[in-house]
């Protein structure tokens, strides 16, 4: 069948905020196979597509999905690992993140991968930065959280005791103010990079 860009873009906007809503179920190899058919199921039903098979709907959405690193991420944990720092990523993900990764080049570079769904919380629940502390094998008060969500990196990270950085790609010298908005009051002002590589100087 035909379809729009329009009507596309409305789809995977609406089985995007499924996902979302939705990530924590994908928990294993199974659960997240069951989540990928709900994800599809809402691709269909938004393009008013009864015709399309759910297998097709899913193996287009999937094929879909690709991810690549942004070009400062290799460089910077590559410094970091030099230095002898445990590098832990925690994301508001499914099973799929530590795959993700290694697609993308980063899984070699990195120490352990933790997901929400694998924890059972999201961001900014405490859960996912405990594990990730476990991980990395450091108390929450010599661990530095890098993230790029002000309520679910910076407030979280706080509330569990790590130091913070907000990464801002686009505009880092205005992302400082930004950075304190919704900020617990009487909040330090957040670190704010806009490169990877700026970490260096703050670890």
């Known amino acids: 069948m035909e379809v729009t860009e329009e009507s596309a873009t409305a789809a995977f906007r609406a089985e995007i905020g499924y996902y979302l809503a939705h990530h924590l179920d994908g928990r294993d190899a199974a659960s997240l196979d069951d989540l990928r058919d709900r994800c599809a199921q809402v691709i269909v039903d938004a393009l008013d597509a009864p015709a399309v098979e759910l297998p097709t709907a899913k193996d287009a959405m999937l094929a879909a999905l690709r991810f690549s690193a942004f070009a400062d991420a290799a460089p910077a944990l590559r410094a970091l690992r030099r230095r002898g720092l445990r590098l832990v990523v925690a994301s508001n993900w499914d099973a799929s993140l530590a795959e993700v990764l290694e697609r993308a080049g980063l899984g070699p570079l990195v120490d352990a991968v933790v997901s929400s769904a694998e924890v059972g919380a999201p961001k900014p629940a405490p859960e996912l930065f405990a594990a990730a502390l476990e991980r990395a094998g450091v108390p929450a008060s010599r661990a530095l959280h890098v993230g790029d969500s002000i309520a679910g990196d910076v407030e979280g990270a706080r509330a569990a005791g790590l130091r913070t950085v907000l990464m801002v790609r686009d505009d880092p010298l205005g992302a400082a103010v930004r950075a304190l908005q919704g900020a617990p009051e009487g ?15 703050l670890v």
């Open 187 to 201: 909040a330090p002002a957040v670190p704010t990079i806009g490169d990877l590589r700026e970490l260096r100087s």
